[in-house]
């Protein structure tokens, strides 16, 4: 959107110039001659003519774009939960850049399914909802939280080792635990973490790690970190 923007906009401006400099060339210097005031008139009239059109097509085309950039945020964002959703993370996925360590996280919520069944969909909605919310508050202030779909839930750590991500996993874990569900079953999750190594390029196979890590956990007995 921004370089159509650009293209157009400089497009039209050498239009213009052309445009003007026929008139200078074949009306106005006949007349007029190349005298100095001539040729201040002529740069003060195309510098207010480049102006007025950077103004109007400013106003006409960047309402558009703030409308688009909108659209766009918003085709990003999980309704329900207010958490990024699977695009926002494919998309940033494929534009990340593996030059410092860093870690996926992949959770999801032990026999959810079950929970749906037994209380409704308008009850396990609202507790996905809290989920969110207490792995958002979890995590640190420049990490991203993503519902990955249903109640899986993927967290991105930049510049976060082995270590601090199996540390922040733990957290996240406990604090699901711990949260009020009243009057309803307590929650909990189980988590798998993956974390990259030394000229590991390859994001997919992270993440592929990441949700292998939390079959495991499952595996294990769930409500665990592997």
Not at 90 to 113: A, C, K, W
Request: net charge negative.
């Amino acid at each position: 959107m921004k370089i159509i923007y650009h293209v157009a906009l400089f497009t039209l401006i050498v239009v213009f110039w052309v445009i003007f400099g026929l008139i200078d060339h074949y009306i106005v210097m006949p007349r007029f001659g190349e005298n100095l005031i001539h040729c201040i008139l002529i740069a003060a009239g195309f510098g207010l003519l480049n102006y007025c059109l950077f103004i109007l097509f400013n106003k006409k085309y960047g309402k558009l774009e703030s409308s688009y950039n909108h659209l766009r945020i918003e085709s990003e964002v999980d309704e329900l939960t207010g958490l990024l959703n699977r695009r926002a993370f494919d998309n940033l996925v494929g534009d990340l850049q593996m030059e410092s360590p860093f870690s996926i996280i992949f959770s999801d919520i032990d026999n959810f399914r079950n929970f749906n069944n037994d209380y409704g969909h308008d009850i396990g909605d609202k507790v996905l909802t809290n989920v969110c919310k207490v792995v958002k508050e979890s995590v640190r202030i420049n990490d991203s939280v993503f519902r990955y779909g249903g109640e899986e839930i993927v967290i991105l750590l930049r510049n976060c080792d082995e270590k601090s991500a199996r540390s922040i996993a733990e957290k996240i874990r406990l604090n699901v635990m711990n949260m009020n569900n009243e009057p309803y079953p307590h929650i909990t999750i189980s988590v798998g973490v993956s974390t990259s190594v030394e000229d590991e390029k390859d994001i997919r196979q992270l993440v592929k790690s990441a949700d292998n890590a939390l079959l495991n956990a499952k595996k294990s007995g769930k409500n665990c970190v592997a």
